[in-house]
T-cell receptor, first 115, second 109 residues
Framework: DTGVSQNPRHKITKRGQNVTFRCDPISEHNRLYWYRQTLGQGPEFLTYFQNEAQLEKSRLLSDRFSAERPKGSFSTLEIQRTEQGDSAMYLC?????????????FGSGTRLTVV | KNEVEQSPQNLTAQEGEFITINCSYSVGISALHWLQQHPGGGIVSLFMLSSGKKKHGRLIATINIQEKHSSLHITASHPRDSAVYICAVRSISGSRLTFGEGTQLTVNP
C-alpha cells in the first residue's frame, strides 16, 4: 500500500465549470476525511466518512459541494459551478484504529485554481 | 479566537539552533498531532500525543493536558527541517482534526 493517493495533483478550471477530485485511502482505513487549505492557513474540515456513510459535514460545505464514498473505498469530491473563492488545496486523509494504535495519513492534495 | 493557536507564525533560525514551536488549544481533545508540510502541499504526521512526551530523532513533542498546551522542539536544526509545522487537535467526540495556522520554519545554513 502506497498511502493515500489523490488525483489530480493540480487542476485549473474556468469559473462556472464543475470539477471532481478523487481520493484513494489506505485500504484498511475505514474513515476518510476531506479538508480544504487556503494559502497561509491551516487546513479546514469539510466532511468525513466512516465506510460509505457520510457522518459529518462542515458548514463550509455549501450546496455546490458534494462528496461520496459509494463502496466504502475511494471517495470523490465534486464542486459544481466553481467560483474563484474555491481556489485552494483539497486534502484527503484516512484513519483507522488497530489494536491500541490510531493511524492518520494524509494525501498530497489536489491544488485547484479557478480562473 | 481560533480553537488552536500556534506561535510563532514565522521562525528563522541558524543551522544547529534549538527550536521550539508552541501550540495552545481551547477545547477538550482526545489527542494532539504535530504535522509537517513541505512546499507542494503534502502533509506528514510527526507525532500523535495524548499525554507526556515523545521523541523521534531530533524531534521532541510534549503536551500538558491540564494547561492545554503542547510544544514541538527540534534539536540541532538543519536546513532540511525548513517547512511549515502544524499543530492539530482531534476532538473527543469524533476523529476529525482542527488545525492551527502553522509555523513557517526556515533554517539557514
Amino acid at each position: 500500500d502506497t498511502g493515500v493517493s489523490q488525483n489530480p495533483r493540480h487542476k485549473i478550471t474556468k469559473r462556472g465549470q464543475n470539477v471532481t477530485f478523487r481520493c484513494d485511502p489506505i485500504s484498511e482505513h475505514n474513515r476518510l476525511y476531506w479538508y480544504r487549505q487556503t494559502l497561509g492557513q491551516g487546513p479546514e474540515f469539510l466532511t468525513y466518512f466512516q465506510n460509505e456513510a457520510q457522518l459529518e459535514k462542515s458548514r463550509l460545505l455549501s450546496d455546490r459541494f458534494s462528496a461520496e464514498r459509494p463502496k466504502g473505498s475511494f471517495s470523490t469530491l465534486e464542486i459544481q459551478r466553481t467560483e474563484q473563492g474555491d481556489s485552494a488545496m483539497y486534502l484527503c486523509a484516512s484513519s483507522s484504529i488497530k489494536g491500541r494504535g490510531f493511524s492518520y495519513t494524509f494525501g498530497s492534495g489536489t491544488r485547484l485554481t479557478v480562473v | 479566537k481560533n480553537e488552536v493557536e500556534q506561535s510563532p507564525q514565522n521562525l528563522t533560525a541558524q543551522e544547529g539552533e534549538f527550536i521550539t514551536i508552541n501550540c495552545s488549544y481551547s477545547v477538550g481533545i482526545s489527542a494532539l498531532h504535530w504535522l509537517q508540510q513541505h512546499p507542494g502541499g503534502g502533509i506528514v504526521s510527526l507525532f500523535m500525543l495524548s499525554s507526556g512526551k515523545k521523541k523521534h530523532g531530533r524531534l521532541i513533542a510534549t503536551i500538558n493536558i491540564q494547561e492545554k498546551h503542547s510544544s514541538l522542539h527540534i534539536t540541532a536544526s538543519h536546513p532540511r527541517d525548513s517547512a511549515v509545522y502544524i499543530c492539530a487537535v482531534r476532538s473527543i467526540s469524533g476523529s476529525r482534526l482542527t488545525f492551527g495556522e502553522g509555523t513557517q520554519l526556515t533554517v539557514n545554513p
